[in-house]
Antibody, heavy 123, light 108 residues
């Protein structure tokens, strides 16, 4: 069965950095695009970023563009989100999600979700 | 950016009743709408994609309809485990992908 396990969350001061990881199993990781979606406390869902199956194409939401960097290591079945210049409004649970499409077919549908990792930006 | 507006914000119903949740897009999104269910302390779960297709393992009491700007998620007869928050999401001309603000389905 598909499993996505996030790690790396924690408490960080404004302006600081964190690196989130997502370990994937139960499917051929190198065949699928992957997304990060976040949810601020008591709020709705916000799409953060996407990386294509081979790492060649990446898209970012405007609030994180220039500060967050998405990467993947297909040899380790792992997705990463490098977060810099963190702000209070980046405080959220960050979910790693698998795109429904495979290969070049990107569907923008979040088929499977991890349990999330909590990021708190506070002084 | 396409804005999705869900209504009502909260829906109070009893088990066995029919639930109808709405999602309206600020511009046409063809049939590129998905619905997710989220229970407290859990990750969201995909229910419906492309407006009307049930995801793997989703019970038949969940159905979706709509195209263009107006979409509906219907739960034909509510089970106790269906009380949760529901989000719609579009994938038309992304990025960005956006979600509605959610509808809370609570027990009356």
């Amino acid at each position: 069965q598909v499993q996505l396990v996030e790690s790396g969350g924690g408490v960080v001061q404004p302006g600081g950095s964190l690196r989130l990881s997502c370990a994937a199993s139960g499917f051929t990781f190198s065949n699928y695009g992957m997304h990060w979606v976040r949810q601020a406390p008591g709020k709705g869902l916000e799409w953060v970023a996407f990386v294509q199956y081979n790492g060649n194409k990446k898209y970012y939401a405007d609030p994180v563009k220039g500060r967050f960097t998405l990467s993947r290591d297909n040899s380790k079945n792992t997705l990463y989100l490098e977060m810099n210049s963190l702000r209070a409004d980046d405080t959220a649970v960050y979910y790693c999600t698998k795109d429904q499409g495979g290969g070049r077919m990107v569907r923008g549908v979040f088929e499977y979700w991890g349990q999330g990792t909590r990021v708190t930006v506070s002084s | 950016e396409i804005v999705l507006t869900q209504s009502p914000a909260t829906l109070s119903l009893s088990p066995g009743e029919r639930a109808t949740l709405s999602c309206r897009a600020s511009q046409g999104v063809d049939s590129y709408v998905a619905w997710y269910q989220q229970k407290p302390g859990q990750a969201p779960r995909l229910l419906i994609f492309d407006a009307s297709y049930r995801a793997t393992g989703i019970p038949a009491r969940f159905s979706g309809s709509g195209s263009g700007t107006d979409f509906t998620l219907t739960i034909s007869s509510l089970e106790p485990e269906d009380f949760a928050v529901y989000f719609c999401q579009h994938r038309s001309n992304w990025p960005p992908i956006t979600f509605g603000q959610g509808t809370r389905l609570e027990i009356k």
